[in-house]
């Protein structure tokens, strides 16, 4: 499905300091004005791949799901992900300090493995992460996440 989303946009780099700050930004703002529900997901935009844009420089917004008449506000953007089909791969992992290396090489798996011999191609919007749980308060500190990527047949 597609989602509207509110969301912060990080511009330092796909770096977990400046990425969890975005987020513990947009969810206490979101929480201050009660848009958040059992409902809500949240979610990573990524838009840039590091291999081929200068790893400071990769865009990243930090997102949660809102209703459709929630409007832009200062810092807070609003968009939509749009619908379609994708290709998701679950990921289960125990949270780490590399857990953004670990994010990288499954992003590769997906664009260098699996990708190229699945009869599909990067369709035109955006490749996104939702994210289940937070591995801060999980007894075993797993972090459950689905990488999205947009597709279209060959």
């Known amino acids: 499905p597609g989602y509207r989303v509110a969301y912060v946009r ?14 513990d930004k947009i969810i206490k703002r979101a929480g201050a004005r009660e848009l958040i529900n059992d409902k809500t997901l949240v979610i990573g935009i990524s838009y840039d791949d590091p291999k081929i844009t200068h790893p400071d420089k990769c865009r990243y917004d930090a997102c949660v799901t809102v209703a459709h008449d ?15 089909k994708y290709a998701v791969y679950r990921i289960e992992s125990i949270y780490t300090a590399g857990v953004n290396d670990d994010f990288g090489k499954f992003w590769d ?31 075993e500190k797993k972090y459950i996440a689905d990488i999205c990527i947009p597709i279209k047949p060959l």
């Open 70 to 84: 929630i409007k832009p506000e200062g810092e807070i953007g609003v968009k939509e992900i749009k619908p379609g």
């Open 109 to 139: 798996e997906l664009y260098r493995i699996w990708l190229p011999s699945s009869g599909y191609q990067p369709d035109d919007r955006d490749c996104f992460e939702i994210y289940y749980n937070d591995p801060k308060t999980d007894p």
């Open 10 to 23: 990080v511009l330092q780099g796909y770096k977990h300091e400046y990425i969890s700050k975005a987020f």
